[in-house]
């Protein structure tokens, strides 16, 4: 059975900021662009085979691409379903921005004006881990997307409801490796950095 490997777009300004990126296209900084880079070798280590994987899918946002780009990949589909949580009337927020209105906010356990329930979100995950499961037989995916929605994917391969992506975390390109023993689900590896961000 092969793997799904789950990677984080590299850094941009607004990760730096901790602003809320779901719909802008903030492209990557010129470090988020080396960690791409050392997220693709980082990847060829963790598959060991040197054969493309079977399925690669990415975000539409830019820089998912460009994390795609320069780790080496080719993206077979571009796909709104792994695009990053709507964020609707709180994009470009920071979380304390946001705390001034409505304290105690998480994306996790309030609603958003404007924007995506964790139940929305999850169904896409689901959605894109279903495509992924289809494919695993005849080799390894990769899902280049961003950081609350690859969390997601992570709880909801393990059946686990949306929410309970606020227990982990996953840095700018980090990469996540989810698999299988015997039928039960399963993560490999969580949040491997790039080369040299330890």
Excluded at 174 to 192: M, P, W
Aim: charged share 25%; proline share 5%.
């Amino acid at each position: 059975m092969a793997d799904v490997y789950v990677i984080r777009h590299g850094e941009t300004e607004w990760s730096l900021t901790g602003q809320h990126t779901g719909r802008t296209d903030v492209p990557l900084t010129a470090h988020g662009e080396q960690q791409a880079r050392k997220a693709g070798a980082v990847l060829a280590e963790l598959r060991g085979t040197t054969v493309p994987p079977r399925l690669v899918l990415a975000s539409p946002r830019t820089r998912a691409g460009r994390t795609a780009q320069l780790a080496g990949l080719a993206v077979d589909e571009v796909t709104e379903d792994l695009a990053e949580w709507d964020y609707g009337d709180y994009e470009g927020l920071t979380t304390e921005q946001i705390r001034e209105s409505a304290p105690d906010w998480t994306v996790w356990t309030h609603e958003i004006p404007g924007g995506e329930t964790a139940k929305e979100v999850g169904d896409r995950a689901d959605a894109v881990l279903a495509r992924a499961r289809k494919e695993l037989d005849r080799g390894d995916v990769v899902l280049i997307g961003h950081g609350h929605f690859s969390r997601v994917l992570v709880v909801r391969w393990l059946g686990l409801d949306p929410a309970a992506g606020v227990r982990i975390g996953l840095d700018p390109a980090g990469i996540s490796v989810l698999g299988d023993e015997r039928g039960q689900a399963q993560i490999r590896r969580l949040n491997v950095p790039p080369l040299g961000e330890i």
